[in-house]
């Protein structure tokens, strides 16, 4: 079966001739770990010697206060890929149906067919979700549905009304994961808060990460909010000191500076602005995004555009046949990425 599976494949870093090299590809934080994170992790990196936490303790208090959950409503992992896999590891077997979008976040295919679970996707209409044909997949044999809000690659989200009306339709047995790792550069009102729609349900569940907007993608932290049936089992399948002590406590370091963080999010979203708004000047068609990336959609001119932004020195994600995703980074990144873009000759394919 693994020689059926192809691995997953990170974003690139590519050099341009002239030495530039700016990396559009990760969907990573264009910033560095603020001062008083980088002083906290400094400080841990004396404890090296020794185990983490593997209850993560304090980083589960801190998590809950924050959030306003009960403790035994969280749960961490590696990354929310690793929760992903957690996830799997409980409820996924062989027979059992995975529902998800797609296109949508690149690791689903691959965490589902590793677990020996079946997977279903179910096609984008308009670069977002098709609730409507997602609750029309799921059969007697579905035990997850993801929903990625905003998704990934296309930056799109689904509102309130038609999530709430897409989760009434689910089954009981079935339980929901909203992954949310963009959510903190949502500014559209109407797009929910899984926390929120969390609560009354005990079939849905929320994945957040450290990994975006809180610019800990090295050390790889993520976490779940969802009732203690579910929140339990994902901790049983954890594999012990999954989240190290370094990366614990720059995550609550993270928290704790929060407020200044969030001007950092604040500046990506203000970038994202103008970024489409140029590129749709240039002519091209970008849907609304509500992450730290834009969409381009370029079906067969998908692997000469990212040719070009490779050739400049750019880094972007391409997805042979459909399109490009390029994260928002530092402006002169972005500047250099639109250059490309502006005397592309072809437009959305």
Known sequence: MLGSIPPYRPG????????????????????????????????????????????AAGL????????????????????????????LATAAEPGAEVVYAWRSFEAYPLLVRLSGATPVQVPLREETHDLDALAAAITDRTRLVFVCNPNNPTGTAVREAELTAFLDRVPDHV???????????????????????YRDRPNVAVLRTFSKAYGLAALRVGFLVGHPHV????????????????AQIAAEASLAAEEELLERVAATVKERGRV???????G?????????????????????FAAECEAAGVAVRPFA?????ISIGAPDADDAFLAVAGAFPTRNG
């Open 12 to 55: 690139r870093k590519v050099e341009g001739p002239d030495g530039r090299s700016y990396k559009l590809s990760s969907n990573e934080s264009p910033y560095g770990p603020l001062p008083s994170v980088l002083e906290a992790v400094s400080a841990a990196a004396a404890d090296l010697n020794r185990y983490p936490d593997s209850g």
């Open 60 to 87: 589960t208090s801190a998590l809950a206060r924050r959030f306003d959950v009960p403790e035994e409503h969280v749960a961490l992992g590696a990354g929310s890929v690793g929760i992903l896999q957690q996830l």
């Open 175 to 197: 339980l929901v994961i909203l992954d949310e790792a963009y959510r903190e550069y949502v500014r559209d009102p109407g797009v929910p808060d899984g926390l929120r729609l």
């Open 231 to 246: 929140a339990e089992a994902v901790r049983k399948t954890m594999v012990p000191f999954a989240v190290n002590h370094v």
């Open 276 to 282: 489409r708004d140029a590129l749709i000047g240039d």
């Open 284 to 304: 091209w068609t970008v849907p609304p995004t509500e992450a730290n990336f834009v969409w381009l959609r370029l079906g067969e001119a998908t692997l000469d």
């Open 321 to 325: 046949g459909e399109g490009v995703r």
